[in-house]
């Protein structure tokens, strides 16, 4: 996914087991940091959409790129990335 540096993202994990979307233990922990910046990540409690699926809203104040990992409670984890482009280059 690529987006422009400032720009609001939406990030999804769908927890499953088997296949089917299950409820993780509760707190889910969204975890989001820059590629290449030392250990410095931002951490927000995720929203329950439906069952399984779970979101936050980010912002990425600089170009480059990002991982994420939303971590429940009982340590399952669903990772991703995007890629914030410079505005100047879009």
């Known amino acids: ?9 939406v990030l999804e994990a769908e927890f499953r087991r088997d296949g089917v979307l299950v409820d993780p233990s509760t707190p889910v922990v969204c975890y989001v940091k820059k590629r290449g910046v030392g ?10 959409e439906s069952t399984g699926v779970y979101t936050i809203t980010y912002t990425p104040a600089e170009a480059g790129k990002y991982d994420y990992q939303f971590k429940s409670a009982d340590n ?10 410079n505005e100047r280059t879009s």
């Open 76 to 85: 399952a984890i669903v990772e991703g990335d995007f890629y914030a482009r």
């Open 1 to 9: 996914m690529v987006i422009t540096e400032g720009e609001l993202i």
């Open 39 to 48: 250990e410095t990540r931002s951490a927000t409690t995720a929203s329950s």
